[in-house]
């Protein structure tokens, strides 16, 4: 690793551009690549919001997610917002790839655990959920669908409290009104820091409304638990509610950041990812709370002593690109061309769905796929050859001790047949589907 740059690990403030990575994990139909386009398109990333049942959205791009209405792979995806860099991962929800959504975990600065509105469907979660608190993973309850809820959000409330060791924070109380059959439906919501009440719009930022006085008492009674429980990790805030004087929000916002930081505490967001409704809040909570990388690596007890350091979390075999290893860079930097435990790194790329942008350094921030980079990918796939010309018949990757292949067929050309020469006798012909060098005629 003589030829890697080095770096200690850094961190940085809001708006400082500093990179940060956020996992978006729930289960199966919870809404997760909903959000994950509509996060995508509050920040500019895309011009246009897509739709995951007319299989337009960025997420779930593949043939195989298309055809099964569901995620199947991770998701990645990076933004700028309000000056700092983000990348979001999106790992599929359903019970049989609860391992890559674990993998996706490990390296992320902070979760949102996306759930449906419905207390019953609460125990879903507990997987998830041991595996962040286990690691004191920051993580926050986004609970999706909002505007279809049945279910009061005190029932929600207390139905995650039973799955979760953490103290649930309720930041937001929904405002609601009665529709024409009965129900009722959510129109906005009050922010019980701030205490402001905004009304959600089909698309874009809420506005901000004068707050109905029929839900000052459930604001008040809302707000008077989320001190509650964040004073039993402050003891100022603890004096100033019993001597019943009102906290500076400056104080509320700095326990909800130090809490959120040191996992003690599980925020709780509502909204609507496919109406975008409540994204902008959500960003606005990761912006100011989410830990930076150096926190992180302390959190994961990785060395800070300048060495360039990567982690490989995934590892793919795509039909035309190769052996892609998805790696977040913790220190340092790595450049295309350069050897990395003795192993060339063939291109650096940086993903946004489907889509692969090549890029010729990756720094010590955002979650980079290194093609044919067997230093950084997991043991099983110690080996990879050279990539070859090869020909309509060739499948790809090539059969290995480490990759399963299925019956391939044989390649049905002639092998390339080279002129003799008469100072020199006619040299063996090769068939194309060798694993030497040889191009198809």
Known sequence: MNDI??????GGRPGSGAH???????????????LLESILYATGAIGRRGSTRAGTSIGDGAAEARKRGMGTELNIASVDYLGDQWTFLDAPGSIEFQHDAFATLAVCDAAVVVCEPAPERVVALTPLLKYIEDNHIPHIIFINKIDSAEARVRDMLAALQTVSSRKMVLRQVPIRRPTSDGGEETIGYVDLVSERAYRYKSSGASDL??????????????????????????????????EDIAPEKSLIYRDLHDEFGADQIAPVLLGAGDRENGVRR?????????????????????PSN??????CFKVLHQAHTGKLSLCRVWSGALSEGQSLGGQRVGALFRPFGQRLDKLGVARSMPCRPASRSPALASPLSSTFPRPIRRCSAWRWPPRTATTRSSSRAPCTKSPRRI???????????????????????
């Open 5 to 10: 740059r080095p770096e200690t690990i850094t």
């Open 20 to 34: 940060r990575v956020v996992a978006l994990c729930g289960p199966y139909l919870s809404g997760k690549t909903s």
């Open 209 to 242: 409304i004068e707050m109905p006085a029929e839900i000052l008492p459930r604001e008040g009674d809302a707000r008077r638990e989320m001190l509650e429980t964040l004073s039993e990790f402050d003891d100022k805030l603890l004096e100033q509610l019993i």
């Open 282 to 302: 959500l960003l606005k909570a990761l912006r100011h709370d989410t830990p930076f990388v150096d926190v992180t690596a302390k959190r994961r007890s990785l």
């Open 306 to 311: 300048g060495v360039a350091m990567a982690e």
């Open 419 to 441: 002129p003799r020469s008469p100072s020199r006798p006619a040299p063996r012909p090769t068939s194309c589907c060798s694993r030497a060098r040889a191009r198809c005629t």
